[in-house]
């Protein structure tokens, strides 16, 4: 039970962000004592509930995802393997937390998108694009390749929805990525090496990175198609209350108001596991009752760690967000120049400090170390991401103010990361699309949004928060690009110093 590393991480991740709260909310941006205190709560509610679900995750969820994987690899069936891979993905999505929050904001944000139907689609694009990912990695498409076609139909797809829905869009596609959704994304990567097609001269763990990055294309187009719909159906309206704060009129009571309606969320959310599982065992596991009972027992501490994640998210953690981003963005505009500067200063700040923050990026950059032999650190990968994050909020604060279309960002970031495939690697190319989701974590998908969301309000716009997701999760696309182009300029100047050295000696 590795209970207090799990704690460690996830505190690591929090702690820092309710620093720079507390600070602001004291100095520049007062929130009052109520807020405050809830917040902390929240904040506290938050750091336990995502400790058990991680925990939950290593012990049940996750053990999961391998144990079918290896089934299915022993079946040695490919049609088998790509429709079990389909319902798995769809149904560990529903259970994602960030994205049950992110469906919360968005149904919050516009009244006319129905929170329901937006997961099962956001789920339903994750199932269709890891079977394309699957295809990929079986008969060895080659990934750039592939990744170019994906990314051209789905910017064709923004031309016919809504300016609102393209940055949802492509904020599902970071939130989506999250502590229960990648661990099975990458175990199906692993297992499906040993069932390609083609396995003579193969490098199968090579040939297992991209699949995330394939992944994570599904929850934007759905979202697009979803947009669509809405939009010739004349249903698509912008909230009237989106100005308001949740909960901030309600004292403490409101964690123990939210309990009930949250469990029962959650429980609903990790139901479509404990059948997919029960299905599993009597058809194709055949598991030892001790290891089953385990798992059983790690989703059991999932459902306690989403109850109190969500009830902590959504008491005092989201709200304290938008209040302090709408605080912003009203001084900004009665104040002018002084308060403007302190919404992109705290953009900047709390982008660097969340990527820094968020235990997957710390495994990223351990991973790339890793395989750059050490020619890449670590410390210098952290700079470059956190530089990247900090500018994308930072760009989302600035965007607020001035009101300009999220496509000017997004277009032109995604025409460098595609661009950048021709000279970069194609390992480094899959880590790169794998990690978009990577740095846009759960303080991205909840207290990030709902500053981005306020900030945006206050500051006279509608939803115009929506993309700070998308922009953050964009930034590795790009930082590990050219890191990897740095690392093969660099692999080719030792190669060639070496046989320099050779040829002197002979």
């Given at each position: 039970?590795?209970?207090?590393?799990?704690?460690?991480?996830?505190?690591?991740?929090?702690?820092?962000?309710?620093?720079?709260?507390l600070?602001?909310?004291?100095?520049?941006?007062?929130?009052?004592?109520?807020?405050?205190?809830?917040?902390?709560v929240?904040?506290?509610l938050l750091?336990?509930?995502?400790t058990?679900?991680?925990?939950?995750?290593?012990?049940?969820?996750?053990?999961?995802?391998?144990?079918?994987?290896?089934?299915?690899?022993?079946?040695?069936?490919?049609?088998?393997?790509?429709?079990v891979?389909?319902?798995?993905?769809?149904?560990?999505?529903?259970?994602?937390?960030?994205?049950?929050?992110f469906g919360?904001?968005?149904?919050?944000?516009?009244?006319?998108?129905?929170?329901?139907?937006?997961v099962?689609?956001?789920?339903l694009?994750v199932?269709?694009?890891?079977?394309?990912?699957?295809?990929?990695?079986?008969?060895?498409?080659?990934?750039?390749?592939?990744?170019?076609?994906c990314?051209?139909?789905?910017?064709?797809?923004?031309?016919?929805t809504?300016?609102?829905?393209?940055?949802?869009?492509?904020?599902?596609?970071?939130?989506?990525?999250?502590?229960?959704?990648?661990p099975?994304?990458l175990?199906?990567?692993?297992?499906?090496?040993?069932?390609?097609?083609?396995?003579?001269?193969?490098?199968?763990?090579?040939n297992?990175?991209?699949?995330?990055?394939?992944?994570?294309?599904?929850p934007?187009t759905?979202?697009?198609?979803?947009?669509?719909?809405?939009?010739?159906?004349?249903?698509?309206?912008?909230?009237?209350?989106?100005e308001?704060?949740?909960?901030?009129?309600?004292g403490?009571e409101?964690?123990?108001?939210?309990?009930?309606?949250?469990?029962?969320?959650?429980?609903?959310?990790?139901?479509?596991?404990?059948v997919?599982?029960?299905?599993?065992?009597?058809?194709?596991l055949?598991?030892?009752?001790?290891?089953?009972?385990r798992i059983?027992?790690?989703?059991?501490?999932?459902?306690?760690?989403?109850?109190?994640?969500?009830?902590?998210v959504?008491?005092?953690?989201?709200?304290?967000?938008q209040?302090?981003?709408?605080?912003?963005?009203?001084?900004?505009?009665?104040?002018?120049?002084?308060?403007?500067?302190?919404?992109?200063i705290?953009?900047?700040?709390?982008?660097?400090?969340?990527?820094?923050?968020?235990?997957?990026?710390?495994?990223l950059?351990?991973?790339?170390?890793?395989?750059?032999?050490?020619?890449i650190?670590?410390?210098?990968?952290?700079?470059?991401?956190?530089?990247?994050?900090?500018?994308?909020?930072g760009?989302?604060?600035?965007?607020?103010?001035?009101?300009?279309?999220?496509?000017y960002?997004?277009?032109?970031?995604y025409?460098?990361a595609l661009?950048?495939?021709?000279?970069?690697?194609?390992?480094?190319?899959a880590?790169?699309?794998?990690?978009?989701?990577?740095?846009?974590?759960?303080?991205?998908?909840?207290?990030?949004?709902?500053?981005?969301?306020g900030?945006?309000?206050?500051?006279?716009?509608t939803?115009?928060?929506?993309?700070?997701?998308?922009l953050?999760?964009?930034?590795?696309?790009?930082?590990?690009?050219?890191?990897?182009?740095i690392?093969?300029?660099?692999?080719?100047?030792?190669?060639?110093?070496?046989?320099?050295?050779?040829?002197?000696?002979?």
């Amino acid at each position: 039970m590795n209970l207090f590393s799990k704690f460690k991480e996830t505190a690591s991740s929090v702690l820092p962000v309710m620093a720079i709260v507390l600070f602001l909310g004291l100095t520049a941006a007062p929130l009052g004592a109520l807020m405050i205190g809830k917040f902390i709560v929240g904040g506290i509610l938050l750091i336990v509930g995502l400790t058990f679900f991680l925990l939950g995750v290593d012990i049940g969820i996750q053990p999961i995802g391998e144990q079918v994987g290896s089934a299915l690899v022993k079946k040695r069936n490919l049609f088998l393997l790509l429709t079990v891979s389909f319902f798995i993905g769809f149904l560990v999505t529903i259970a994602e937390p960030d994205i049950q929050v992110f469906g919360d904001q968005i149904h919050n944000a516009i009244s006319s998108v129905d929170k329901m139907q937006l997961v099962l689609m956001i789920s339903l694009g994750v199932g269709i694009f890891i079977v394309i990912g699957l295809v990929r990695s079986v008969f060895q498409l080659p990934l750039k390749i592939v990744l170019l076609i994906c990314y051209i139909l789905l910017f064709l797809l923004t031309f016919f929805t809504s300016s609102v829905f393209q940055g949802i869009a492509f904020d599902s596609g970071g939130a989506t990525t999250g502590p229960m959704t990648v661990p099975f994304i990458l175990a199906l990567g692993v297992g499906v090496c040993s069932v390609k097609a083609n396995s003579k001269n193969d490098d199968s763990s090579e040939n297992s990175f991209g699949l995330t990055g394939i992944t994570s294309i599904g929850p934007i187009t759905a979202v697009l198609v979803y947009g669509i719909y809405l939009k010739l159906s004349g249903r698509l309206a912008a909230s009237e209350s989106f100005e308001k704060i949740e909960n901030a009129e309600e004292g403490f009571e409101v964690f123990l108001n939210l309990f009930p309606s949250v469990a029962k969320e959650a429980f609903f959310s990790i139901l479509p596991l404990v059948v997919m599982l029960v299905i599993f065992q009597i058809f194709l596991l055949k598991l030892p009752p001790r290891k089953l009972m385990r798992i059983f027992i790690g989703l059991l501490w999932s459902f306690i760690g989403l109850t109190i994640f969500l009830v902590g998210v959504n008491g005092g953690f989201m709200s304290a967000g938008q209040k302090l981003g709408m605080i912003l963005g009203q001084k900004s505009q009665e104040f002018g120049s002084l308060y403007k500067i302190i919404l992109i200063i705290t953009g900047f700040v709390l982008g660097a400090v969340v990527v820094c923050a968020e235990p997957a990026v710390w495994v990223l950059t351990e991973q790339v170390e890793s395989l750059s032999g050490g020619t890449i650190k670590r410390k210098f990968m952290l700079i470059f991401l956190s530089i990247g994050a900090a500018i994308a909020i930072g760009l989302t604060m600035i965007r607020g103010i001035f009101g300009f279309n999220l496509m000017y960002i997004i277009v032109p970031g995604y025409v460098i990361a595609l661009l950048l495939m021709i000279w970069c690697p194609e390992t480094f190319t899959a880590i790169a699309f794998d990690s978009g989701g990577v740095a846009s974590g759960p303080i991205t998908s909840t207290f990030v949004l709902s500053f981005a969301l306020g900030s945006n309000s206050g500051a006279g716009g509608t939803s115009d928060g929506f993309g700070v997701i998308a922009l953050v999760a964009m930034t590795p696309l790009i930082a590990i690009q050219i890191l990897g182009i740095i690392y093969n300029v660099k692999s080719k100047r030792i190669k060639k110093e070496v046989q320099v050295l050779n040829e002197r000696n002979l």
